[in-house]
């Protein structure tokens, strides 16, 4: 794909209120906010939800009034994690994906998140891929370390994830693998033919993976999932400001925004 996409992940599961005072908490905030991100130039929206002390949930009345907020206002592609966040079963973490979104986070391996983890069996990642094709969701293969693309291929050989694939490198989370250029070059060199990949640089990594997502022809995910930071010590006023500054790099770069119509039809997502 030509074009470049831009994520936005717009509250995540730990980032927390008091670090981060504008961060989207109730479904309304978060419509508001995606929607923002959305005329700024993001043509995907990574979904998590918030209960109303700010806590994560994966309650699908609570991703349902979302969604619909959010349908209500833009055409901006919606995905959801599947990740939910640490201490959450399988089950609760899957179950939104019957709301049919467009695209889920599908996690391939276990990995450690700080001194938590979040466990990913092969059991659990067919299990998700196959309510996921139940659902025509397509999925983003989300891989903290080099052995989750290897994984991702045992599901791809099982015919559960079907081309174009696309890739969700999340580096630098505490505990999984770090950023820098050549391990990012190591995970592209390993993932099949007809994929695209999207790079996530958590905290630190964030402006660097902008810049090398643009570099190697990837995508970009920002926002205040993975980091809440413009500049040293200085938190973003909104996720949109994180936006405005990927398609200033873009057009830098001499690359056009992909549009929410562009994903769709490259990943053929449901109409
Ligand atoms: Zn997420």
New binding site residues.
């Given amino acids: 794909m030509d074009k470049v996409i831009i994520t936005c992940?717009v509250c995540?599961?730990e980032t927390t209120k008091e670090k981060c005072p504008n961060l989207p908490i109730t479904p309304k905030e978060i419509a508001d906010s995606t929607y923002e991100a959305y005329l700024a130039g993001a043509s995907i929206v990574?979904?998590?939800v918030r209960n109303n002390d700010g806590t994560p949930t994966q309650s699908v009345e609570v991703f349902k009034e979302a969604i619909t907020l959010i349908r209500k206002k833009c055409d901006i592609v919606i995905e959801i994690?599947t990740?939910?966040a640490v201490g959450m079963t399988p089950e609760e973490r899957i179950a939104p994906v019957k709301l049919e979104p467009d695209m889920a986070?599908l996690d391939c391996g276990t990995v450690n998140f700080g001194n938590d983890y979040i466990v990913n069996t092969l059991p659990i990642m067919k299990k998700f891929a196959e309510e996921m094709n139940k659902y025509k969701v397509k999925p983003t293969l989300?891989c903290f370390d080099l052995s989750h693309i290897l994984s991702s291929q045992i599901l791809i050989k099982e015919n559960l994830i079907k081309p174009p694939y696309h890739y969700g490198f999340?580096m630098n989370v505490p505990g999984a693998l770090g950023f820098n250029s050549k391990q990012l070059s190591i995970m592209i060199d390993h993932i099949p033919l007809e994929s695209e990949f999207t790079v996530m640089g958590i905290g630190k990594a964030h402006i660097p993976a902008v810049y090398s997502a643009i570099a190697f022809g990837g995508h970009i995910r920002v926002g205040y999932?993975?980091n809440i930071y413009y500049s040293k010590g200085v938190v973003a006023k909104s996720n949109a400001e994180f936006i405005e500054r990927a398609v200033r790099l873009v057009k830098e770069a001499q690359k056009e925004v992909a549009k929410p119509i562009d994903v769709r039809k490259f990943f053929k997502l449901r109409d």
């Fill in positions: 992940a995540g599961a990574h979904l998590h994690t990740g939910g986070s989300e999340v999932e993975d």
